[in-house]
Nanobody, 124 residues
Framework: QVQLVESGGGLVQAGGSLRLSCTAS????????MGWFRQAPGKERDFVVA????????YYADSVKGRFTIARDNAKNTVYLQMNSLKPEDTAVYYC?????????????????WGQGTQVTVSS
C-alpha cells in the first residue's frame, strides 16, 4: 500500500508563492509518474501538472504554465510543486497522486494512489 502525504498549503496574497510537497511511502516511488490535481468548491478535480518517473518529462495545464514548476527527488520519495505568481483562481484543494505508469498522464483515472489534499487559498 502506498501512502501520499501533502504539505505546504496555506493562505497567500495574489502574486505570492507557495511550495507544496508530497512524500510517498514504499519503495516504488521512482518507478512511477506523479501528478498534481486541484479541486475548487463545487467543481471537478482538474489536472495541474505531471512528471515522469525519471523527472525527464513534464506536462502542465495551460492555466499554470509559466507559473508553476514540478520537480521530484526520488532519493527522498518526494515530489514538489513550486507555485509562483498565484492568482485567486488558483484557490483549491491540491492533491498529489501516483500514476499507474512511468509516463506523464493527465486524467484522474490514470492515477491509482491519492493524497488527502492540502488547501491553497489565494486572496485578492
Amino acid at each position: 500500500q502506498v501512502q501520499l502525504v501533502e504539505s505546504g498549503g496555506g493562505l497567500v496574497q495574489a502574486g505570492g508563492s507557495l511550495r507544496l510537497s508530497c512524500t510517498a511511502s514504499g519503495r516504488t516511488f521512482s518507478s512511477y509518474a506523479m501528478g498534481w490535481f486541484r479541486q475548487a468548491p463545487g467543481k471537478e478535480r482538474d489536472f495541474v501538472v505531471a512528471i515522469s518517473w525519471s523527472g525527464g518529462s513534464t506536462y502542465y495545464a495551460d492555466s499554470v504554465k509559466g507559473r508553476f514548476t514540478i520537480a521530484r527527488d526520488n532519493a527522498k520519495n518526494t515530489v514538489y510543486l513550486q507555485m509562483n505568481s498565484l492568482k485567486p483562481e488558483d484557490t483549491a484543494v491540491y492533491y498529489c497522486a501516483r500514476a499507474s505508469s512511468r509516463g506523464v498522464r493527465t486524467r484522474p483515472h490514470d492515477y491509482d494512489y491519492w493524497g488527502q489534499g492540502t488547501q491553497v487559498t489565494v486572496s485578492s
